[in-house]
């Protein structure tokens, strides 16, 4: 019988998986594996202080086993920081599911996986991400209540994605504001990669508002699709960091902004959905800076899915999802701000204003 493991494993530097843990300062990560469904996740909990792990799972055929423990560490720090960023009371977590989506998932996989969420006893609740449908999240409820992005005739929210996109679009208009004095979207050049479900909504957004629209996507079924439905222009996935245009838009895998592209992009903003576009916050949220590009720290403006869930918790009203989403026009402009002001990364504004956030409350909670 197969069973929970925390096995020890390398991260993609090479370290110890307890040394990559201290790095992010985790709390616990767990490594899940089932002979029978060939089930092969991991489960990242980075911060319980504002209250339980929240975060999607995402499946993908990762080229090692480092490099899936890297993405969920990163992932799920960044849930943290969301979280708190957004004014939500509950912690960061995340997990992935080693395997292609389109061939290795199967209903006793995502169940098996559930069983594993489950046993965690409502320290990590999950919902879906790339690769996971609401529909698996149906399978995985089979299995435990820890569980939120249920379809609505379930009694969930159902699709997060359109909160998402909505929040991004909300984060873009502000940047563009930031930029130029006007948050008018209409004429600018934006080029949206990866048009999965929340870069289709953003895509919709951006169209209702004139902007001249371009996407890329590794998959020639989305690229026809949104095409066909919307009108905009397709680009090559090579192609896409030489393009002409004023906003680039990340809404597929992380780490799409490093030296290389750096090297070619010539936009004024960077503004999408995907999570942890820096490579190396580091060394990259610095090169954006010096080279005078806004870039609106990813888990602000994503953060409209974990806004849609964490209503989920408390009582859904899609409503006050979108009005809590329609927040993050605000906050990136608080961060522009603070970056200014501090003369710092606005990645760093952004973590800083976080952490200020999750230190309060927790010495708050420690005199009750």
């Known amino acids: 019988m197969s069973e929970l493991k925390s096995t020890p494993a390398v991260n993609a530097t090479g370290g110890s998986i307890t040394g990559a843990m201290s790095t992010f300062d985790h709390e616990q990560v767990v490594f899940c594996q089932d002979n029978a469904t060939g089930l092969k996740a991991i489960i990242a909990i980075h911060n319980t202080t504002l209250g339980p792990a929240v975060g999607g799972t995402r499946m993908?055929?990762?080229a090692s086993e480092s490099d899936a423990i890297t993405d969920v560490l990163r992932l799920s720090r960044g849930m943290t920081y969301k979280s708190a960023l957004a004014g939500l009371n509950i912690g960061g977590g995340k997990a992935v599911i080693i395997g292609n989506a389109r061939t290795d998932k199967s209903e006793a996989l995502v169940r098996r996986f559930g069983k594993f969420v489950n046993s965690l006893g409502g320290k990590y609740?999950?919902?879906?991400?790339?690769g996971i449908s609401t529909r698996d999240m149906e399978y995985v409820k089979m299995e435990t209540n820890h569980v939120v992005g249920l379809p609505e005739y379930r009694g969930g929210s159902g699709d997060p994605s359109p909160v998402t996109a909505y929040g991004v679009y909300m984060g873009m208009k502000a940047s563009v504001k930031q930029l130029t004095g006007n948050d008018s979207l209409a004429g600018k050049k934006v080029l949206v990669q990866g048009v999965?479900?929340?870069?289709e909504y953003l895509v919709e957004h951006l169209v209702k508002e004139n902007a001249k629209v371009m996407i890329a996507?590794?998959?020639d079924d989305r690229v026809k699709h949104v095409v066909d439905t919307y009108g905009v222009t397709a680009v090559n996935v090579d192609e896409v960091y030489k393009q002409d245009m004023d906003i680039y838009s990340p809404c597929a895998l992380g780490a799409t902004i490093n030296d290389e592209t750096l090297a070619m992009l010539n936009c004024g903003i960077v503004c999408g959905a995907a999570n942890n576009q820096l490579k190396d916050e580091k060394v990259h949220g610095v090169?954006?800076?010096e080279k005078g590009m806004l870039y609106a720290p990813d888990y602000l403006v994503n953060a409209g899915g974990i806004i849609n869930c964490y209503w989920e918790i408390i009582g859904y009203n899609r409503?006050?999802?979108l009005a809590q989403a329609e927040q993050i026009y605000q906050t990136t402009l608080d961060i522009y701000k603070k970056s200014s002001e501090d003369k710092i990364p606005t990645y760093l504004a952004a973590n800083q204003m976080a952490e200020a956030r999750i230190a309060a409350v927790g010495e708050m909670k420690k005199k009750i």
Request: aromatic share 14%; net charge negative; hydrophobic share 50%.
């Open 217 to 219: 996507d590794i998959y």
């Open 319 to 321: 409503n006050a999802a």
């Open 196 to 199: 999965g479900h929340v870069g």
């Open 125 to 130: 609740i999950t919902a879906e991400d790339v």
């Open 60 to 62: 993908w055929a990762y």
């Open 287 to 289: 090169k954006v800076l």
